[in-house]
């Protein structure tokens, strides 16, 4: 009877889903919904239909446009919804512009100390007329000139180094590995952060990467294999899957898929590919992931959640929705970054929201990113 | 599907350990065999603590792939080989000067005049490791000639038969 009740409930909240109601309604009915005192048999129909409900809010959001920013649209070549959002979201969008017209791509290695210590590699890549220049992280170099291709190099082909940017470093930085804890990462590929988190661990402990595209399988089991990463296993499984495992982890990376803006300066591309549909679809299927991820880190545990998006919908309000759900502290960022939005298009967040940090291309010289490290007090309230 | 390896593919694998002077690496590890589409079977070495994940369902890739077995053969691969190179003594090889290193990580043969130093003991058909100046591992190779012929000028003397840019030349081939 039970089971019946909630399949024909979940069934009209799923054709409710489908129609494009007002957004005020729907919060109201999420507030009744929390507000309510019921039964325990209802509680888990409750959730369901709240993460629907939620899910539904997620949208991408439209600020007005003005004169600059059909100026900007039309000098910079960019839509003008996007610039119209920029002009919030980005200090300095003029020069932000520019970098990302111009190209300008640094290039960073983080040596590989699984293989080779800093200074022997310094010397072999110096030798080798490379150009190094020294980073926040001790493993980590910006390229400042180098005479050959850095993916082709034997020093690249022997696991010695991996191309990755400064950004993707401090996402793994703050996890705070240690090297007995047992890690997720839950969409590993192509397999950077996981082999940076074996890194930290000395290959010892143990990390559970998890893929769910088959085709990008195999990039990622050369990256292990030429890193000689030993502690990591390999799933081709969705991280919203996870949960039906009876596993507590330590240490949980998401570096959730996203709408991929804050690297336009390396792919124009997604000038043209960006779309608030992306945005939408890249927010819910985070929302999930996000959910999924707290509910396998044990107590006292740590979650960081990072993507390569600029959007706050994909970002600030990803966290901002399970700051009410779960029992966590946004903890702070100590690696440079500045404060989040605390309020975008008429959206007001959690004051602990300003602990995650943004990094972005014309200020940091990294990739455009966003961080957030997430310590887990106890599992839903 | 990655499955616990057989006793006699145990052996098989253990006996290769054993002649290239790494059978100490084996402790605290246990194999695991992937079954692939093509009957060919991946071998995985795997610290002892990764047991509990690497026999799952989703699983296809753990610790290290130190080779395939094919036909009931086991075929190393260059992370077998990178791990001989690391921690044993008893293997021959060929150190290479920066020329022969280029040509090595294009899939190149080696001719005799970029080889530095080759071992005493090389006869025709051995198998080889191929080291650069640093002693680091390029690739494997099998000699045509005996140690004493292996230098001359002019020839290819070692046919590589794996090296360290093998994968991405295949990546950049299926591009």
């Known amino acids: ?381 | 599907m990655i499955r616990e390896v057989t006793r006699e593919e145990t052996t098989i694998i253990r006996r290769e350990f054993n002649k290239w002077g790494i059978f100490n690496y084996l402790n605290d590890k246990v194999f695991a065999l992937k079954e692939c589409k093509n009957s060919v079977k991946s071998i995985f070495i795997i610290p002892l603590i990764l047991k509990k994940l690497i026999f799952n369902p989703y699983s296809c890739y753990g610790g290290l792939q130190i080779g395939t077995f094919q036909k009931k053969k086991f075929i190393p691969s260059i992370t077998f080989f990178d791990i001989v190179a690391k921690y044993s003594n008893n293997f021959l090889y060929i150190i290479v000067d920066c020329n022969g290193e280029k040509l090595i990580l294009y899939g190149r043969d080696i001719f005799g005049n970029s080889i530095l130093y080759a071992s005493e003991n090389i006869e025709e058909n051995s198998i080889i490791l191929i080291l650069n100046k640093s002693k680091e591992l390029l690739g494997i190779g099998r000699a045509r000639f005996h140690t004493t012929k292996i230098k001359e000028n002019g020839k290819v003397t070692i046919t590589t038969l794996l090296d360290i840019g093998t994968y991405l030349r295949s990546e950049n081939h299926q591009k």
């Open chain 1, 1 to 381: 009877m039970c089971t019946l009740v909630y399949v024909i409930v979940l069934e009209i909240f799923r054709l409710f889903f489908l129609f494009d109601h007002a957004n005020h309604i729907i919060s109201k009915i999420i507030k009744v919904l929390v507000n309510c005192k019921t039964s325990n048999h209802i509680i888990f129909i409750k959730i369901k239909i709240f993460t629907l409900l939620s899910l539904k809010l997620m949208s991408c959001i439209i600020l007005p446009k003005s004169d600059y920013s059909q100026e900007l649209a039309t000098k910079y070549n960019f839509k003008e919804w996007m610039i119209a959002r920029y002009l919030t979201i980005v200090p300095n969008t003029e020069k932000f512009l520019d970098y990302i017209n111009n190209k300008v791509v640094n290039q960073y290695i983080r040596i590989n100390t699984l293989k080779i210590d800093i200074d022997t590699l310094k010397q072999k890549l110096l030798e080798k007329d490379f150009k190094l220049e020294k980073t926040l992280l001790a493993e980590v170099f910006l390229i400042k000139e180098a005479k050959y291709p850095i993916g082709a190099t034997m020093e690249y082909l022997s696991g010695y180094y991996y191309i990755q940017d400064l950004s993707s470093c401090l996402a793994v930085e703050s996890l705070d590995i240690e090297e007995d804890d047992l890690v997720l990462d839950m969409a590993s590929s192509p397999g950077g952060k996981t082999s940076f988190m074996a890194q930290k661990m000395n290959n010892k402990g143990m990390i559970l990467a998890l893929e769910s595209e088959s085709k990008r399988l195999r990039k990622m089991m050369f990256n292990l294999s030429r890193c000689g990463v030993v502690n990591t296993v390999l799933w081709n499984m969705k991280g919203e899957n996870i949960g039906n495992y009876d596993f507590k982890f330590d240490k949980v990376l998401l570096d959730a898929p996203c709408s991929c803006d804050g690297i336009m300066q390396k792919d124009p591309l997604r000038k043209t590919t960006y779309s608030k549909e992306s945005i939408k679809f890249c927010s819910i299927r985070q929302s999930q992931l996000i959910e999924s991820a707290l509910n396998v880190v044990k107590p006292g545990g740590l979650l960081v959640y990072s993507t390569c998006s600029l959007a706050p919908e994909e970002n600030e309000f990803i966290i901002n929705s399970i700051i009410d759900k779960f029992d966590i502290t946004i903890e702070s960022i100590d690696y440079g970054g500045v404060d989040s939005l605390i309020k975008f298009g008429g959206k007001v967040m959690d004051k602990s929201i300003k602990f995650t940090k943004r990094f972005y291309p014309h200020i940091h010289n990294t990739a455009g990113f966003f961080v957030a490290k997430i310590r887990v007090n106890n599992i839903e309230k």
